[in-house]
């Protein structure tokens, strides 16, 4: 089978071939079977690859395929390998899993939209440069695959075009992870200028060799990590993802909740070798975690779109992911990264339907009620709100309880703090957007509102498949070890701990720890308590505020400018307009009008004085013979008298 | 077009396979000159088919070039002027042979691109495309410096008559401009020339004869100047460019295309051929303030391309920024840098040709090309939409397109030289993608604001017989850059290998006096060999 890794990635590709050139003659239905199928098949083959790593040893995990040399130059070789290893293995489910389902839902979603073809091109080349990201093994690959992911982005938020509001959002996402993109490619020429390669393991190999704190090392960490914040969307790189809910929602579900943006917390977990290396960077990575944790889940609290609270919540998640990462609780961000991946992408499916019921309103002061009308979307949306919020025995429960007791654990107060404020809030601006959405008297347009209606099945049937993993997956990946493997007196590693273990261990070993065995009672369980408690406390104000009694729509108990911090997403989209727009734009023109009137009037300037010279001796051609005859006998004596001169010395 | 092919395979025959690439285009003029005026389209499908004629009979330079080999292939050389030292000496190597065929790939496509859109003295317009096209394959293939130099100037009327006669209506400006600042550096260049033949001794032109015969290192400096300078004005380098935005904007769009894809290397390909080999202590003197002035134009054209209201200026103006980073790849003087520079001279002829190709094709619809006439067009032209969004991919350095492998190699080689270089010139990447993104969305997304864009046909079958073989190639050498870096790999070897001899000879020299500019610079380069060895 591992001769047929390449099979993932190439079965996305086919769709692109197809839905791509000949998708303007394709039927719609032609073009779902396809575009959904290759992502099916691509599933597929990804099991056979777990399945065919699962026989192996622990320690021998490791599938590798070379397809051919891409570039050679030098010392510098660049291969197309694919790597599968249990990170990649796991990452691999994920995103042909949960794509699949979105793509299958897409087919309700995107129905009778002119740019079908285009939509289901783009979304397969996006799988497909997801996968080679995943898959790659070596640096250079992994960054075709992290601006593949990037296009696709773009393409997508801007697949509406004829929006200026689309287009915008667009550009304004790839302008800013390419600034990220930047940091990460330089990243790569110090990787090659240190260790004469870009191969991941090799790069390992090298940098065992060197000491703790190396500044290369850390250099290297911290510019790779720039790449993470803009793909991840971490501060300051993070305007551009609020902007992206203007593309399809399914999109927002898989590239901007699920998959894409988790890139950076891949990057990082596949490099942690290199941060266990790097102390500093890790507390970096910690630091930027927790501040976008924080800070993104207070913009949250106050956003009207449905999308942008999700928006913001995934920011804040994924700030979660990096806090964990930071303190070296690398199986513990990949298992967020996972159920994550499943109950926001359900949360975002689950707004796309309600988007659909309402006839394409976005604002939830203009929704209400809607639980007894579109069911199905209630209750797996209910489900995914109480999985991110961290109710037990919910998925989200135990990936956040793992970051967080971790983070206690390992000594790292601060991050445990943050996280138990992010909980709060979570727990209230998720309930707030079910209240607002579901809960209370309808305020829907009333033009729009006998036509509320259910969506199709091919959209309800992926919301219950989202929804299932939603509360089961975390007991899954957490059995046999804690919390509940404890209560039933069962010791050692969680499965994706266990599974993990080999891909981490040189990393653990470096940071002096083990993933900490768990326990029900002792502070384990106070430390559950707690989150259980806070996560509670959240819902019920959130209930309190917006479910009970729904009445008119103020903010109350705020203070007037921390709202409007909040509401103002905190002012970053007003300093870039000044600093990018206002002030660029002015550079830019300054650059222009330096080109023309100063490089350019000097050449004009030389152009002007030649032609007046010129013309003044033209002046000297006056066709009378006396004057050249006077113009040569000058002439010989001038020549004859420096001969003499010179001579004569 | 059987009376092309007999004067091909009769050429083939009398000399060889060089001269048969280079003069075919000659002949094709020549068959040209005595043919009725009035049957455009007859002169049309001639002048194509002996430009495509020309492109298959340049292919066996590739399928047969020995990609083991360092030095010239597919040699040709008789004496011309023996007393001079003058010889009739053709020849390509891995630094010429792809630029052989990015001239014979892309003449047949903008002569093909200029079918409807020239319609005014069409007879002349194909005599002067096809002498370009002789031109230019000249100057990569000739090895003897004044055959070359006759090359470099034959190739300078046609390019100005193109500009002059079936350009724009600023187009005498731009013709003049274009010309005056190419004679400038033509003769410097030809002073230089001289120099040449009189200081090293060599009593010959014949380039391999001058590389074996060293030039002294206190006259380097100023022939090394000489030569940047008539090169700087071609690539063109800041603050050399103004004549470029002029020429691109006034030209017609075969003569754009060429110009960008083509003209402008011979600037970079006289950096590799003769001013590296042949002044090595000089161009390590004057390394850094060359990088420097790369990364100006790197910068400074990407800022001044963004608030460009035509798209014909933007697309100059990121040649400037390109270009820039040839340069520095080149004067990184390493593997990378070096295969990087070449490999994106090739990148920039087939992203920024197809861009003009693209303009060209809007222009023909709508009779300008200002930025803020355009919006929406992916509605209307879906075809065109994809084939404009490919090459803007291209162009912004997407990795999988070839943009990005020439990109990379360029940084990785100019961060090798000095870490300063390869961050600053990085920075040029996001200005890139700013200013190609904002143009493309404001050309093409949007709704159709201007009535005159509602009923724009798409692309027809010829333009797409245009547009496809540079989409291929844009594909083919992003995925497979090796076919490419393979073929280069050993020349540009012996090139680092022939500048690293000049200098340790200058140095074994001249140990008690080394030149003053020499000493001065001594702290660049000295950052390249701690970058190299920091390796375990």
Not at chain 2, 26 to 52: C, K, Y
Not at chain 2, 483 to 491: D, Q
Request: net charge neutral; glycine share 10%.
């Amino acid at each position: 089978m591992h001769e047929l890794i390449w099979l993932v990635p190439a079965l996305p590709l086919l769709g692109v071939l197809i839905n791509g050139l000949l998708g303007s003659r394709l039927s719609p239905r032609a073009i779902s079977v396809v575009g959904c199928g290759v992502v099916g098949l691509a599933a597929l083959a990804a099991l056979g690859l777990f399945a065919e790593l699962t026989a192996l040893p622990p320690h021998t995990r490791v599938l590798r395929q070379v397809l051919y040399t891409w570039i050679a130059s030098g010392n510098f070789r660049a291969e197309v390998a694919l790597l599968v290893d249990p990170l990649s293995a796991v990452m691999l489910l994920v995103v042909t899993g949960v794509g699949f389902l979105i793509h299958v839902y897409s087919v309700g979603y995107m129905h009778g939209d002119r740019g079908y073809a285009r939509y289901f091109t783009y979304l397969n080349l996006f799988t497909f440069s997801m996968l080679v990201l995943v898959l790659a093994d070596n640096f250079l690959l992994l960054y075709v695959g992290w601006e593949g992911v990037g296009l696709c982005s773009y393409l997508l938020i801007g697949f509406w075009y004829e929006r200026d509001s689309a287009a915008n959002a667009g550009k304004k996402a790839f302008i800013t992870t390419r600034i990220g993109d930047v940091g990460f490619a330089v990243g790569i020429f110090l990787v090659f200028a240190t260790f004469g390669t870009v191969n991941i393991r090799e790069v390992f190999d090298a940098a065992g060799r060197l000491p703790v704190g190396d500044a290369a090392l850390t250099a290297i960490t911290l510019l790779l990590f720039l790449g993470a914040v803009g793909k991840s969307a971490q501060l300051p790189l993070h305007v551009w993802l609020p902007d992206a809910m203007e593309g399809p929602t399914p999109v927002s579900a898989l590239i901007h909740a699920a998959t894409m943006v988790t890139a950076g917390v891949y990057l990082v977990a596949r490099l942690s070798l290199l941060y266990a290396l790097a102390p500093v960077s890790l507390a970096v990575v910690a630091a930027v975690g927790g501040i976008t944790a924080v800070f993104a889940a207070s913009i949250g609290l106050t956003q009207n779109d449905i999308k942008r609270v999700l928006a913001y919540s995934t920011l804040s998640q994924l700030g979660y992911m990096f806090a964990a990462l930071g303190v070296g609780a690398w199986t513990a961000a990949i298992f967020h990264l996972m159920t994550h991946g499943f109950f926001k992408g359900l949360l975002f499916l689950g707004s796309g339907s309600v988007i659909h019921a309402v006839h394409e309103e976005q604002d939830m002061r203009k929704m209400g009620g809607l639980a007894k009308k579109i069911p199905h979307t209630y209750w797996t949306m209910l489900i995914g709100a109480v999985a991110i919020a961290g109710i037990p025995p919910l998925a989200g429960f135990f990936s956040k309880d793992e970051i967080l007791g971790e983070a206690y654990k390992l000594g790292f107060l601060w991050v445990w703090a943050i996280g138990v404020v992010v909980a709060i809030m979570t727990a209230f601006y998720m309930f707030r957007l079910i209240g607002l959405t579901f809960w209370g008297e309808s305020r829907v347009d009333t033009a729009v509102e006998p036509r509320i209606h259910e969506s199709p099945r091919v959209m309800t049937v992926p919301l219950w498949l989202l929804a299932i993993p939603s509360i089961v997956l975390g007991l899954f990946l957490a059995w046999p070890g804690p919390p509940l493997g404890s209560l039933f007196g069962m010791e050692g590693p969680g499965l994706l701990a266990g599974w993990l273990e080999p891909v981490y261990e040189h990393g653990f070993e470096l940071l002096g720890h083990h993933e900490a065995e768990f326990a029900i009672f002792g502070i384990d369980g106070v430390l559950i308590l707690i989150s259980v408690a806070v996560a509670l406390g959240g819902m019920l104000a959130a209930w309190r505020l917006f479910g009970v009694e729904i009445g008119p729509l103020q903010r109350r108990g705020a203070p007037a400018q921390v709202n409007r911090a909040s509401l103002n997403k905190w002012w970053f989209d007003d300093l870039n307009h000044l600093v990018f727009i206002v002030i660029g734009g002015r550079v830019a023109a300054f650059a222009w009008w330096f080109d023309a009137k100063v490089v350019d009037g000097i050449v004009n300037g030389i152009g002007a004085v030649t032609r007046r010279s010129g013309g003044g001796l033209a002046r000297v051609q006056t066709g009378h013979v006396q004057n050249y005859a006077l113009g040569i006998a000058v002439g010989l004596i001038v020549m004859a008298g420096s001969y003499l001169m010179i001579a004569g010395r | 077009m059987l009376l092309l092919a007999a004067l091909a395979a009769v050429l083939f025959r009398l000399a060889g396979l060089l001269t048969a690439v280079v003069f075919l285009p000659l002949v094709g003029a020549g068959v040209l000159l005595f043919a009725d005026r009035a049957r455009e389209q007859t002169l049309r499908q001639t002048a194509l088919g002996a430009s495509a004629l020309t492109f298959l009979l340049s292919l066996p330079l590739y399928f047969r070039f020995d990609a083991g080999l360092a030095g010239m292939q597919f040699v040709e050389r008789a004496p011309w002027i023996p007393q001079w030292g003058i010889a009739y000496h053709l020849g390509v190597d891995g630094i010429s042979l792809f630029l052989v065929l990015l001239t014979t790939f892309l003449t047949p496509l903008a002569l093909l691109a200029s079918w409807s859109a020239i319609t005014a003295r069409v007879k002349e317009f194909l005599i002067c495309m096809l002498l370009l096209e002789t031109g230019m394959l000249g100057v990569f293939a000739a090895l003897d410096l004044f055959l070359f130099y006759i090359f470099w100037e034959a190739m300078l009327v046609p390019m100005y008559f193109l500009i002059g006669v079936w350009g724009g209506p600023q187009r005498i400006y731009a013709a003049v401009k274009f010309l005056l600042y190419t004679m400038a550096g033509s003769l410097l260049m030809l002073v230089g020339l001289l120099a040449l033949y009189f200081l090293t001794g060599a009593r010959s032109f014949d380039l391999l004869e001058l590389y074996r015969a060293p030039v002294p290192a206190a006259a380097q400096t100023w022939l090394f100047l000489a030569f940047f300078l008539a090169f700087a004005f071609k690539v063109p380098m800041f603050p050399f460019h103004t004549w470029l935005p002029d020429a691109h904007v006034e030209a017609p769009t075969a003569g754009s295309v060429l110009l960008a894809a083509v003209l402008l290397k011979m600037g970079t390909y006289g950096f590799l051929r003769f001013s590296l080999p042949l002044f090595p202590v000089a161009a390590e003197a004057l390394t850094p303030l060359i990088a420097v002035l790369a990364l100006i134009g790197i910068l400074y054209g990407a800022l001044v391309a963004m608030v460009q209201p035509d798209v014909k200026s933007l697309v100059a103006y990121s040649s400037v920024s390109h270009l820039g980073f040839v340069v520095l790849g080149l004067f990184a003087l390493n593997p990378q840098g070096l295969q990087g520079g070449l490999l994106q001279m090739l990148n920039h002829g087939l992203s920024t040709g197809a861009l003009f190709l693209l303009v060209g094709i809007l222009y023909e619809r709508r009779h300008t090309r200002l930025i803020e006439e355009f919006g929406g067009l992916s509605r209307v032209m879906p075809a065109f939409a994809a084939a404009f969004l490919i090459v803007t991919l291209s162009s912004i350095g997407l990795p999988g397109l070839n943009g990005f492998v020439g990109e990379f190699l360029i940084l990785l080689g100019a961060f090798r030289q000095n870490p300063t270089y390869g961050v600053l010139a990085a920075l040029g990447v996001i200005l890139s993608a700013i200013y190609m993104l904002w143009m493309s969305q404001r050309v093409m997304f949007g709704e159709v604001t201007n009535p005159a864009n509602r009923a724009l046909p798409d692309l027809t079958g010829r333009e797409w017989a245009v547009l496809l073989p540079i989409i291929l190639a844009i594909f083919w050498l992003g995925l497979y850059p090796q076919a490419v870096l393979r073929r280069i790999e050993p020349s540009v070897a012996r090139l680092i290998q022939q500048v690293e001899e000049g200098r340790a000879r200058a140095a074994a020299l001249e140990p008690q006096t080394p030149p003053r500019l020499v000493s001065e610079a001594d702290a660049g380069p000295k950052l390249v060999t701690g970058a190299q060895d920091r390796r375990p």
